[in-house]
Structures are given as C-alpha cells and as structure tokens.
C-alpha cells in the first residue's frame, strides 16, 4: 500500500470516513491518520475532524483532472 493508493481512491470525490479507509487498505487507523495528515499538509485532501472524514480537495482533484 502506498500513500497515493489513498489519494487516488479519494478521488472518487465523496466524504470517506478514516474507519471505511482503514479496514479497505487493512492499515490501523492511527497509520491512516498520519498519513491523513500528510496529505492534508500538501492540501491534497480536506479533513472534517468532527465526523472524522475526509475527502480529496477542489483543488487537487481539477488539478488532475485537467491533466496536471
């Protein structure tokens, strides 16, 4: 498994619980966290850290599709 495996699933666009991510690339959720984390450093994602989802950013995501 690697980070952009998580990143390109994100990209489905939809709010994706940190729960869903963990038992779907079978990775604890303290690892999925971090790597999370990461990935909303480099505003590839977006967190909703009340209901613990996330999804991939407006931004990233027109960045790929417009051939970035």
Known sequence: MRVDDILDFLCDGRWHSVKSLAKRFKL????????????????FIVQNLEENKVKVSEDYFSFIWSGG
């Open 28 to 43: 604890s959720e303290d690892t999925v966290k971090k790597i999370l984390d990461f990935l909303a450093d480099f505003d």
